[in-house]
């Protein structure tokens, strides 16, 4: 895939961005280049390749330090629920807005 100058002018005026025709070529270039490398990219056979959590996981084990999914505030629902105009089995009711 590659884009023309027609295409830069009609992203440009989209983002309500004003090119000057230096700026358009050189956008052009650039986004170009940018698909070229997603092209080379999609290239790549990755079948049977696994997903990475850590670049460096590819050269060594990785200790993600990430905290424990824990609650961390208490249930408040029901004293929350208290203000609300309607409230069905432990949920909010609202107004239906789209029909």
Do not use: C, W, Y
Not at 21 to 45: H, T, Y
Not at 51 to 75: F, G, K, Q, W, Y
């Amino acid at each position: 895939m590659s884009l023309n100058s027609q295409d830069i002018a009609r992203i440009a005026h989209l983002a309500r961005l004003e090119l000057h025709p230096q700026e358009s070529e050189r956008m052009l270039s650039q986004i170009n280049g940018f698909f070229d490398l997603v092209e080379k990219m999609r290239a790549v056979d990755t079948s049977g390749v696994e997903p990475l959590t850590h670049p460096v996981a590819a050269i060594r084990d990785v200790a993600l330090r990430l905290r424990a999914d824990v609650a961390s505030e208490p249930n408040a629902r029901e004293q929350n629920q208290k203000s609300a105009p309607a409230v069905e089995r432990g949920l909010f009711l609202v107004p239906k807005v789209i029909e």
